[in-house]
């Protein structure tokens, strides 16, 4: 099956820890996405990526990072910079980056703090 | 500065009954709207899209409508069966920050009662 794949499902970080989540996709889509998603708001763009190699800053990039280093796979790491890491994290891709795409999503991962 | 507003109460509704929610924006100017359905600790999926220069879009038992003018668009779901009971999520394209992105609303819960 065609899909997103976000592990783990649940991620617990410590203090001054920095933890990584993994985003893979065999949909063969250019364009890879990485939302949070608090109670009562919005989900929320961290990072995106257009293509391979390619990342830009969404409207809360403050205190994460990323690399898209192969087309399937975007993995976003929580430094420790980001003081209120606890939400529940979506990965999404679509086809391009380009209007009228929809996106799909992984089943996310709830991320809380020790 | 641009604004999605879903009704963030929940909407309970007798099964067999048509559910509307409702979606409205401001200071957009999409060039198709989308909805999304999400399940508890699940990631959004893709419903249906509508484009503005499309008044109404059915796919089986869900209709779309969207009016530009109003700045709206309503969600039918007729005949509700309590399987239907989820969060419904409307998205809008637009530029932002210097870039395009699709930002979505808070989403609205639908409790379908047997």
């Known amino acids: 099956d065609g899909g997103i794949t976000q592990s783990p499902k649940y991620l617990f970080r410590k203090e001054g820890q920095n933890v990584t989540l993994s985003c893979e996709q065999n949909?063969?889509?250019?364009?890879m996405y990485w939302y949070r998603q608090d109670p009562g708001q919005g989900l929320r763009l961290i990072y995106y990526s257009q293509i391979v190699n390619d990342f830009q800053k969404g409207d809360i990039a403050e205190g994460y990072s990323v690399s898209r280093e192969k087309k399937e796979s975007f993995p976003l790491t929580v430094t420790s910079a980001q003081k209120n890491p606890t939400a529940f994290y979506l990965c999404a891709s679509s086809a391009s980056y380009t209007t009228n795409e929809k996106l799909f999503f992984g089943s996310g991962t709830q991320l809380s703090v020790l | 500065s641009q604004k999605i507003e879903q009704n963030s109460e929940a909407l309970n509704i007798q099964e067999g009954k048509t559910a509307t929610l409702t979606c409205n924006y401001t200071?957009?100017?999409?060039?198709?709207l989308q909805w999304y359905r999400q399940d508890p600790g699940r990631g959004p999926v893709f419903l249906l899209l509508?484009?503005?220069?499309?008044k109404e879009k059915r796919k089986e038992r869900l209709k779309v409508t969207f009016d530009t003018t109003l700045k709206q668009s309503l969600f039918h779901i007729t005949a509700s069966q309590p399987a239907d009971s989820a969060t419904y999520l409307c998205a809008l394209e637009g530029v932002s920050g210097g870039y395009q992105k699709v930002t979505f609303g808070i989403g609205t819960k639908l409790q379908v009662i047997p």
């Open positions: 200071n957009y100017s999409p060039a198709y």
């Open positions: 509508i484009r503005e220069n499309e």
């Open positions: 949909l063969n889509h250019d364009a």
